[in-house]
């Protein structure tokens, strides 16, 4: 079992006061809710957004860029590193990623409602495993209820690809290695 308890959440609607960007901020409050278990009380969820629109990370039509998201984390003095799986097997990037899991909560980019179907994306903190079931922090869900998924629809409704933010002394502990 790998649960982190401690992983705060943000409400991407209640959390960003900016009304425009708030069916499309779940990148921004998924990357607070990662940088605030290592950082409590450091981040501002609105200077946030505009620290991540200064970096060029959003792209108009497309959502939010990872790599651009995960230099962030730099800002505050964390790491940040995107990976994108995409092109790989399910199982092995799932096995990576369970790797991951065992250092600290991993900010995963989902088809929206975990449906393989739907034509929107969506992101979201994966906060722990256990029993064939995932758990995770969904900031479009406007409470801080935590979620759960069966590992097998988590597996169909994931893209493969996902970011991790480190304290700079963890990052050798997530290195890729496929």
């Not at 708030?22 to 998924?30: H, L």
Request: charge should be positive; charged fraction near 20%.
């Amino acid at each position: 079992m790998i649960h982190y308890d401690n992983v705060p959440f943000y409400s991407q609607f209640q959390d960003i006061p900016q009304v425009e960007w708030q069916s499309s901020a779940c990148g921004i409050a998924s990357m607070a809710m990662a940088m605030e278990f290592y950082q409590p009380k450091s981040v501002s969820v609105p200077k946030l957004l505009l620290q991540a629109l200064d970096l060029g990370a959003y792209k108009p039509g497309i959502g939010w860029k990872h790599k651009e998201l995960s230099a962030l984390a730099e800002l505050y003095g964390l790491t940040g590193k995107n990976y994108d799986f995409a092109n790989l097997d399910n199982q092995t990037v799932f096995n990576r990623f369970k790797d991951f899991m065992k250092v600290g909560p991993v900010i995963v980019s989902i088809h929206n409602k975990f449906n393989p179907k739907a034509t929107l994306g969506h992101i979201v903190v994966v906060t722990g495993m256990a029993d064939g079931m995932i758990f995770y922090h969904d900031p479009a869900s406007g409470n801080k209820i935590e979620k759960k998924i069966s590992e097998s629809d988590f597996l169909k409704g994931w893209k493969r690809r996902f970011i991790v933010v480190r304290e700079k002394t963890m990052a050798e502990k997530t290195k890729p290695v496929l």
